[in-house]
């Protein structure tokens, strides 16, 4: 898997009349990541998005797809190129398997063995031959995967993926974005208002706010902390005099008695065994230590000052 990225935005700037929609951003998202945007309401998620399928200009600054600049060489660069964004369009009066045939006509080198192929993938097979209007959103998000796919991009672009999609839905939808990227390799890019589902669905995010980038990081980062400081709770027999014993060691961040009367220390990785060995020295009796897990919106909403995302 080569180590290029799939995508590059540098320094892309959106002006509507005096007002600065996009503001100077700048990633790469590599091959067979499952990359997410967030951002609160107006933090211009989707009119990135529309920038990089060619919905719309860009005012400053270029967006390159497997190396190919959108507004000097736009039919190379899209054709790499598989998206919904909002709502996938379909004629409701034709099957599945026609509306299909009928998008495949418009893309050079679309065969039927193509056709049956991605239809299998979004596990439609009993379905694809039903009129689309009998199909129930989950099975019409499919479809548009199906239809955004049969070309074989190397990027899958789904703005809001997730509308409508009962947990079923949306837990399916998830297991096949995982499968193109692992073993399609195939690079998708998300945007959803879901952050428990982008918790569990992406490989990094983004985070937007007024028009600009706040931070990009691994999905983990933002759950768990850094590699070096990280947060553990850890239940012990008599936590007055654990708290003291800790609280004398050299390296501890932070340390508080949680809500459920649990003791948390905040420190570095390789000062756990030194904690637990000082206690133990003590005759403080420990029942369990664990790493704090903060949720993705907990982060997100320290992140952008309990902006609401959508």
């Keep these: 898997m080569s180590n290029e990225p799939i995508i590059s935005l540098r320094n892309v700037t959106k002006r509507i009349g005096r007002k600065t929609v996009i503001d100077n951003l700048t990633f790469d998202v590599p091959q067979g990541e499952i990359f997410g945007f967030l951002g609160p309401n107006g933090a211009g998620k989707t009119t990135t998005i529309r920038m990089i399928v060619g919905l719309i200009s860009i005012t400053d600054g270029q967006i390159l797809i497997k190396g190919n600049n959108i507004k000097t060489d736009f039919e190379e660069a899209i054709r790499h190129v598989g998206a919904i964004v909002e709502n996938p369009e379909m004629y409701k009066y034709l099957s599945g398997y026609r509306n299909l045939v009928h998008y495949a006509r418009m893309v050079p080198g679309v065969t039927k063995a193509r056709i049956d192929e991605v239809v299998a993938l979004v596990k439609l097979e009993d379905r694809i031959h039903d009129k689309v209007r009998k199909y129930s959103l989950g099975m019409r998000q499919r479809l548009g995967v199906a239809q955004a796919l049969l070309h074989r991009p190397s990027l899958l672009i789904l703005d809001e993926p997730t509308n409508g999609l009962d947990p079923e839905g949306i ?97 570095e990785r390789e000062l756990v065994p030194d904690i637990l060995e000082e206690l133990i020295k ?29």
């Excluded at 982008?198 to 937007?208: G, K, N, P, S, Y």
Aim: one cysteine or more; glycine letters at 8%.
């Design 282 to 310: 003590n005759h403080i009796r420990v029942y369990g230590v664990q790493r704090v897990r903060t949720s993705l919106e907990d982060k997100f909403l320290e992140i952008t000052g309990g902006g609401q995302v959508v």
């Design 171 to 267: 837990r399916e939808l998830r297991d096949y974005l995982r499968y193109l990227t692992r073993v399609e390799g195939i690079t998708v890019i998300v945007s959803s208002h879901l952050l428990s589902e982008m918790e569990l669905m992406c490989d990094r995010v983004a985070i937007l706010q007024r028009g600009k980038l706040v931070d990009v990081q691994p999905i983990d980062y933002f759950t768990h902390g850094s590699d070096t400081s990280q947060t553990y709770q850890i239940e012990v027999q008599m936590p007055e005099q654990a708290m003291a014993v800790i609280g004398q060691m050299k390296g501890i961040e932070e340390l508080k008695r949680s809500e459920d009367g649990f003791i948390e220390v905040t420190a």
